[in-house]
């Protein structure tokens, strides 16, 4: 996510590395880079345009304070523009209501479906009663896949089947809801296109006879230009409330995420990565300009870490360390909660200075799979008692997972290492911590 346009602004603030002041001629130069790096990440050329001159008006009526180079200074200023570009602060989704009524709509391929799933768990996650309604009534299999993700998530469904109304099917869901005391209604509607007048009729039909708390208008951020042209002629007919960004883990170039909130006048709500149902996050428009710039973005990792990991279990795990009995079932306990975090790649990122180091290397999601397999090609004895997988217990765990003999034993030492230094930390009253280390351990 925003890779190149990271890069490229790195390479723009080099312009003023080693200058002693800011004059018209060195920020002209950077300047110039940073439209062009806005440019290429295929944001609206008048909103580039506006930005940058934002960007000089600013830095030439700043004065540098001696501790301060002038790089740094313009680096503060344009994080201070993308911030305000981008909606300047969170704003969080309208679930007041009873019940709460959330309409979801876009293009076809935006990822409603998957999002509708997604915001449901979020929504459950914070003790909301939530229905979801199936109101897609032209796509094979959409109400299949909205009963698959409400049952991962353990949603109820409401969905008609043999009724091609979808009005209807919305109205019908609201009074379910009513009855059956849900506290919100997620309507996932079709996908439809702007040029398509008579989808466009009837997805204001649904809206008009729901009466929403909450429409929101999902976008592929891949179709970078044409997601905010879209969400223009989009917003035009609906008047929706805020905008989600879907597939930001893909090969976008970010100029949607940057654009959109200038050209439409809404704010974007949630950004969505990946097809895990817990890969949805609050969109904070400071914490991305953080992130495009390099700077990391420590807060909404802390924030992943402490959803994901469960404290009873954590508690558990702390027990089991302090007993010296921290055995490879407490292990891959650890590494499913590690995994619920996200996008590996993405989390990196959100490390100050890592983003850039780690810009060409490939993090593979499935980094952790050849430890599972080994871990899971032991006997429930050998897990619950490690010290006893002798040498010969090594090379049947080896051939059973697939792996080298090798693998096996960097395993193994990684584990006793790892068991060792979280003993000691436990014994200094600092187990908890020493339980983020076996993310180490998934890099190796």
């Known amino acids: 996510m925003f890779e190149n346009l990271s890069t490229t602004l790195d390479r723009a603030f080099k312009t003023l590395k080693g200058q002693g002041r800011i004059t018209d001629i060195n920020v002209a130069a950077t300047v110039k880079e940073i439209r062009k790096a806005l440019v290429d990440a295929d944001v609206n050329y008048k909103v580039a345009k506006t930005v940058t001159d934002k960007i000089r008006d600013e830095a030439m009526g700043r004065k540098v304070l001696i501790a301060v180079e002038p790089g740094q200074l313009l680096v503060k200023i344009v994080h201070e523009e993308l911030t305000q570009l981008m909606g300047g602060r969170l704003q969080d989704i309208n679930v007041k209501g009873e019940p709460a009524v959330v309409l979801i709509a876009g293009l076809q391929g935006s990822g409603k479906t998957t999002f509708s799933g997604k915001l449901a768990n979020y929504l459950k996650k914070q003790n909301r009663n939530v229905l979801l309604a199936a109101c897609d009534i032209y796509r094979p299999a959409a109400i299949d896949q909205l009963k698959v993700l409400g049952q991962q998530v353990g949603v109820d469904v409401y969905a008609e089947p043999e009724n091609k109304n979808a009005v209807q099917i919305a109205r019908n869901a609201i009074q379910f809801a009513k009855a059956n005391n849900k506290k919100v209604v997620i309507v996932d509607t079709a996908g439809r296109l702007a040029v398509d007048e008579q989808m466009m009729r009837e997805i204001e039909e649904v809206k008009k006879a729901v009466q929403p708390?909450?429409?929101?208008?999902?976008?592929?951020?891949?179709?970078?230009?044409?997601?905010?042209?879209?969400?223009?002629?989009?917003?035009?007919?609906?008047?929706?409330?805020?905008?989600?960004?879907?597939?930001l883990d893909g090969d976008t170039r970010g100029g949607a995420a940057l654009s959109i909130r200038s050209v439409v006048d809404k704010p974007i709500k949630f950004i969505s990565t990946g097809e895990k149902m817990e890969a949805i996050d609050l969109f904070y428009p400071e914490r991305m300009a953080s992130r495009i710039l390099g700077m990391g973005d420590v807060l909404s990792l802390v924030e992943k870490a402490q959803q994901a990991f469960d404290e009873d279990e954590a508690r558990r795990i702390?027990?089991?360390?302090?007993?010296?009995?921290?055995?490879?079932?407490?292990?891959?306990?650890q590494l499913d909660q590690i995994k619920k975090m996200g996008n590996i790649k993405d989390l990196v990122s959100m490390i100050p200075g890592v983003s850039n180091m780690m810009k060409d290397v490939e993090i593979d999601d499935d980094a952790f799979t050849p430890i599972e397999a080994i871990i899971k090609s032991m006997t429930k004895k050998e897990r619950a008692n490690p010290d006893m997988i002798d040498g010969s217990r090594r090379q049947r765990i080896a051939k059973g997972s697939g792996t080298s003999i090798q693998q096996v034993n960097n395993l193994m030492k990684q584990f006793n290492d790892m068991r060792k230094m979280m003993r000691t930390m436990s014994k200094m009253g600092t187990g908890n911590e020493a339980l983020r280390n076996i993310k180490n351990m998934g890099k190796r």
Not at 215 to 244: C, E, H, I, P, Y
Not at 318 to 333: E, P, T
Request: glycine content about 4%; overall charge negative; proline content about 0%.
């Open 318 to 333: 702390n027990q089991q360390i302090r007993k010296n009995q921290f055995n490879f079932d407490d292990f891959l306990s």
């Open 213 to 247: 708390t909450e429409t929101l208008f999902v976008v592929d951020s891949m179709t970078g230009q044409d997601a905010v042209n879209t969400a223009k002629t989009f917003n035009d007919r609906l008047n929706f409330d805020g905008v989600v960004l879907t597939k």
